[in-house]
């Protein structure tokens, strides 16, 4: 394991390739073959390409510049669509010419994309609008419409073709409740209508990657638990976070068995990708923070799981365990999401070090023996040969400029290997520099009143940082970071690259924006929000949407020290629910009226119901 100094100097080093000025970074995020096995396509977020590759992943041999952030990708009839996100569109792409054939409509952020092969049409997640549409695409019109939950991502289609699985990366509902957590939702197709949501286990949070077994009876996905009912302190031997593979049942519509990727001492962080073989024998799944590919035996990990394990492979595990006591008679899978040696003892799961800094997307070629992982910070592949000992290759997507210090503080941000025992990194709790939702005790103000996590967009801007104001400024709340939140007493110059790259964060456009301009309702809402009488605009007043003053709101709870919270921006609210310091209103119609009923958060309680509306659709468009 790398510690210290000496895990920045490596993660440093695995950035920086030789590249021509001026040179945008290659920053591969999602990749799929072609059912056929004759190309790979990678999507490029900070390059703007689809990067295209022959079919071993040896060589780069074509590139098709896009629009937007390049993202979610699909094949279908020889053609791959690539998701346009911050463009407005789904770009179908021939490989063949190199050259985009049409572009399709959909919402301003689209993000993950499937076939719906059966209808002909295409799927695709609108990140922001929490929604699913379909595009047929004989005419490239929308078709079909369904709500989801909050900031959906990727998806994907059961083998019959009858339903859609989404993923939704951000818990919806009251950050209080101890069950809080992500959720998938699936949608059938044929109505295109929602059949339910599949809530993760308490804690579920940054949910990625999803895949579906080929008989269609499970699906696997990857995702971070955070064990937000305890204080920081207990970062130790996964008491704060965990990392998880959870089975979904299908034929039920409910969760299986959550089992740790993490050992006893060693935490796997932030997976990311998940990728099966053909048969559904493996799965293949991007530990992001570690730097690490992680295959799982799915056919040994699910004879263990229903108790028909063979003889051998229960005598190679240690007594006791887990296993045998689900071997020998009925038992609950429970007790599994927190058990940290099951996975390790089972003989289940193998570790494949990575030589470059990372990995997200997974693939696995059509006939299987090859598994390629996007390094998003080292602008490469990681193409893994299948076997025992399964053999590493990296290749290249093009020309890498050195990182300049807000590139290398990214790359910190979103690296385990920094943290004590690599249980998280600091985008385990910020997602994208945002916040996961999640309340969580962080001892800066004493133990026992957990808040809500922040987004860290303008957190250089907006001081004091914290809900208590307890860190004067964003550089030293990231020191202290550091020490009481991952244990490590971080090198000076890692820690001033984290704040570049915290300065560099801006907020996004609204996706509630119409033509990059306020609709109508936002309009009117834009007046109700400056209206003295209503009174939002003199605690929030732009540019900031904040006076950077603290207030005693009425929200102050048993479990508070203190009442007086730090007066937050309102931009990218559209994206940072639940709200309030301790995440109790899941929607802003609930923290203008429910949570505020003495209006000391503003006048807001008895508003007209239009003038609701209004200020909900201006607020969520800043």
Same mark, same amino acid.
């Given at each position: 394991?790398?510690?210290?100094?000496?895990?920045? =100097?490596?993660?440093?080093? $695995?950035?920086?390739?030789?590249?021509?000025?001026?040179?945008?970074?290659?920053?591969?995020?999602?990749?799929?073959?072609?059912?056929?096995?004759?190309?790979?396509? &990678?999507?490029?977020?900070?390059?703007?390409?689809?990067?295209?590759?022959?079919?071993?992943?040896?060589?780069?041999?074509?590139?098709?510049?896009?629009?937007?952030?390049?993202?979610?990708?699909?094949?279908?009839? #020889?053609?791959?669509?690539?998701?346009?996100?911050?463009?407005?569109?789904?770009?179908?792409?021939?490989?063949?010419?190199?050259?985009?054939?049409?572009?399709?409509?959909?919402?301003?952020?689209?993000?993950?994309?499937?076939?719906?092969?059966?209808?002909?049409?295409?799927?695709?997640?609108? =990140?922001?609008?929490?929604?699913?549409?379909?595009?047929?695409?004989?005419?490239?019109?929308?078709?079909?419409?369904?709500?989801?939950?909050?900031?959906?991502?990727?998806?994907?289609?059961?083998?019959?073709?009858?339903?859609?699985?989404?993923?939704?990366?951000?818990? &919806?509902?009251?950050?209080? !409740?101890?069950?809080?957590?992500?959720?998938?939702?699936?949608?059938?197709?044929?109505?295109?209508?929602?059949?339910?949501?599949?809530?993760?286990?308490?804690?579920?949070?940054?949910?990625?990657?999803?895949?579906?077994?080929?008989?269609?009876?499970?699906?696997?996905?990857?995702?971070?638990? #955070?064990?937000?009912?305890?204080?920081?302190?207990?970062?130790?031997?996964?008491?704060?976070?965990? $990392?998880?593979?959870?089975?979904?049942?299908?034929?039920?519509?409910?969760?299986?068995?959550?089992?740790?990727?993490?050992?006893?001492?060693?935490?796997?962080?932030?997976?990311?990708?998940?990728?099966?073989?053909?048969?559904?024998?493996?799965?293949?799944?991007?530990?992001?923070?570690?730097?690490?590919?992680?295959?799982?035996?799915?056919?040994?990990?699910?004879?263990?799981?229903?108790?028909?394990?063979?003889? !051998?492979?229960?005598?190679?595990?240690?007594?006791?365990?887990?296993?045998?006591?689900?071997?020998?008679?009925?038992?609950?899978?429970?007790?599994?999401?927190?058990?940290?040696?099951?996975?390790?003892?089972?003989?289940?799961?193998?570790? &494949?070090?990575?030589?470059?800094?990372?990995?997200?997307?997974?693939?696995?070629?059509?006939?299987?023996?090859? &598994?390629?992982?996007?390094?998003?910070?080292?602008?490469?592949?990681?193409?893994?040969?299948?076997?025992?000992?399964?053999?590493?290759?990296?290749?290249?997507?093009?020309?890498?400029?050195?990182?300049?210090?807000?590139?290398?503080?990214?790359?910190? =941000?979103?690296?385990?290997?920094?943290?004590?025992?690599?249980?998280? $990194?600091?985008?385990?709790?910020?997602?994208?520099?945002?916040?996961?939702?999640?309340?969580?005790?962080?001892?800066?103000? #004493?133990?026992?009143?957990?808040?809500?996590?922040?987004?860290?967009?303008?957190?250089?801007?907006?001081?004091?940082?914290?809900?208590?104001?307890?860190?004067?400024?964003?550089?030293?709340?990231?020191?202290?970071?550091?020490?009481?939140?991952?244990?490590?007493?971080?090198? !000076?110059?890692?820690?001033?690259?984290?704040? !570049?790259?915290?300065?560099?964060?801006?907020?996004?456009?609204?996706?509630?924006?119409?033509?990059?301009?306020?609709?109508?309702?936002?309009?009117?809402?834009?007046?109700?929000?400056?209206?003295?009488?209503?009174?939002?605009?003199?605690?929030?007043?732009?540019?900031? =949407?904040?006076?950077?003053?603290?207030?005693?709101?009425?929200?102050?709870?048993?479990?508070?020290?203190?009442?007086?919270?730090?007066?937050?921006?309102?931009?990218?609210?559209?994206?940072?629910?639940?709200?309030?310091?301790?995440?109790?209103?899941?929607?802003?119609?609930?923290?203008?009226?429910?949570?505020?009923?003495?209006?000391?958060?503003?006048?807001? $309680?008895?508003?007209?119901?239009?003038?609701?509306?209004?200020?909900?659709?201006?607020?969520?468009?800043?």
């Amino acid at each position: 394991m790398k510690t210290g100094a000496a895990a920045a =100097f490596v993660l440093a080093s $695995s950035l920086a390739l030789a590249a021509r000025a001026g040179d945008p970074y290659r920053s591969p995020e999602n990749l799929a073959f072609s059912p056929d096995g004759a190309w790979l396509a &990678v999507s490029d977020v900070t390059g703007g390409l689809l990067t295209l590759l022959d079919g071993q992943a040896k060589a780069v041999t074509k590139t098709v510049p896009l629009k937007g952030q390049p993202r979610g990708l699909a094949w279908h009839n #020889g053609l791959v669509y690539v998701a346009e996100y911050d463009a407005g569109a789904v770009a179908e792409v021939d490989p063949a010419q190199a050259v985009v054939k049409r572009r399709l409509a959909v919402g301003p952020k689209p993000w993950g994309v499937a076939l719906d092969a059966a209808a002909g049409r295409l799927l695709v997640t609108e =990140f922001g609008l929490a929604r699913l549409i379909a595009v047929d695409l004989a005419s490239g019109k929308e078709v079909g419409r369904v709500p989801v939950l909050g900031l959906p991502r990727q998806l994907v289609v059961t083998p019959d073709g009858s339903s859609c699985l989404v993923v939704n990366t951000a818990p &919806v509902g009251d950050a209080r !409740e101890g069950t809080h957590s992500c959720a998938i939702t699936v949608v059938d197709l044929k109505t295109m209508a929602k059949v339910c949501d599949i809530a993760l286990p308490p804690g579920g949070i940054n949910p990625r990657g999803i895949a579906v077994s080929p008989d269609g009876k499970w699906a696997y996905l990857a995702h971070g638990i #955070g064990r937000f009912t305890l204080p920081t302190t207990q970062l130790e031997r996964g008491w704060i976070m965990t $990392s998880a593979l959870t089975i979904l049942d299908l034929t039920k519509r409910a969760v299986h068995a959550t089992i740790l990727l993490d050992t006893i001492t060693s935490g796997s962080a932030d997976p990311w990708g998940l990728a099966l073989t053909p048969d559904g024998r493996k799965a293949w799944i991007a530990i992001a923070g570690c730097n690490e590919l992680m295959r799982l035996d799915l056919g040994l990990l699910h004879s263990l799981l229903d108790g028909t394990a063979s003889k !051998e492979a229960l005598a190679a595990i240690p007594r006791p365990s887990v296993w045998h006591s689900i071997t020998n008679g009925p038992a609950s899978l429970s007790g599994l999401v927190n058990d940290l040696a099951a996975l390790y003892v089972s003989g289940a799961r193998t570790v &494949v070090p990575l030589p470059g800094v990372g990995p997200r997307g997974v693939a696995v070629s059509p006939k299987g023996g090859t &598994v390629a992982a996007a390094q998003y910070f080292s602008g490469a592949l990681a193409v893994v040969a299948d076997g025992e000992n399964p053999e590493v290759v990296q290749v290249s997507l093009g020309p890498q400029p050195a990182p300049d210090k807000a590139r290398k503080g990214e790359a910190a =941000f979103h690296s385990a290997e920094l943290c004590f025992q690599r249980w998280l $990194s600091c985008a385990s709790c910020h997602p994208d520099g945002r916040a996961d939702g999640l309340n969580w005790d962080l001892l800066n103000d #004493g133990m026992g009143n957990p808040k809500n996590t922040k987004s860290m967009v303008w957190s250089h801007k907006t001081p004091p940082v914290m809900a208590h104001g307890v860190r004067d400024s964003m550089e030293t709340a990231t020191k202290t970071g550091f020490m009481f939140i991952q244990f490590r007493i971080a090198d !000076e110059a890692v820690m001033d690259d984290v704040r !570049e790259y915290l300065r560099s964060l801006a907020p996004e456009k609204s996706p509630y924006l119409v033509n990059g301009e306020l609709s109508a309702k936002a309009k009117k809402g834009k007046t109700v929000f400056e209206r003295p009488s209503v009174g939002c605009a003199q605690c929030h007043p732009a540019p900031l =949407f904040t006076d950077l003053k603290m207030y005693d709101v009425g929200t102050k709870s048993d479990l508070d020290t203190k009442a007086e919270f730090d007066n937050p921006t309102c931009v990218e609210m559209w994206r940072s629910f639940p709200y309030l310091h301790d995440g109790s209103a899941a929607t802003l119609p609930d923290m203008f009226g429910a949570r505020n009923k003495n209006d000391r958060h503003g006048k807001t $309680s008895d508003l007209p119901k239009e003038d609701m509306e209004a200020l909900v659709e201006y607020v969520l468009s800043l």
